[in-house]
C-alpha cells in the first residue's frame, strides 16, 4: 500500500516506523520532521498525511506526535478520515476492524520498538467488519459530517 507518515518530531520510533513499513513493502511518502524543509509543527505535518488519503495520493496514513492527540486531532479535521490513536495491538484491530479507520496516530512517547511491531502487524491484518450494525455506525460518521 502507499502510506503517508508524518511525525513532529525525529524522535522516539518515527524512523523505525519508516524503516519498518517499507520492510513490510509499502511505499511511504514521508512529512514533517521526517521531510527535509518540510513545515514539522504537527497540525501542518498532520493535516499533510491525511490530506495525501482524501486526495487519493494514499491509501492509509500514520500520524506521529509526542502524544499522538494533536496529530489525531489534526487528521480528524479532514472528512473522510477516520484516525485513531493506538498504543497497542488490540486496539489497532479494533480500529480497523470496527472504526474502519484509515490513519493511525501514534504516541513517539508511548510506542516502544515491540509495541510498534504488534500495532502495525494488528493494524495490517485488521480489515473492516461485515457486520450490518459496525457498518451503520461507519455510514453514520458520513451522515454526521466527518466521514
Ligand atoms: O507545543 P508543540 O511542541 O508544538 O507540541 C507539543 C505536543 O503537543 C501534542 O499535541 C503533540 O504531542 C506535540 O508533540
Known sequence: MRISVSSDMDEGVARQLVAELRRRGHTVISHGALQPDEKDDWAFCSEAAARDVVEGRADQAVVCCWTGTGA????NKLPGVRAALCTD??????????NDANVLALSLRLTSTALLSEILDAWFDGAPSQEPDDQENIAHLGRIGLG
Not at 489525531?72 to 487528521?75: H, K, Y
Request: overall charge positive.
Open 72 to 75: 489525531s486531532i489534526a487528521a
Open 89 to 98: 495491538g488490540y486496539t489497532a484491530g479494533g480500529a480497523r476492524r470496527w
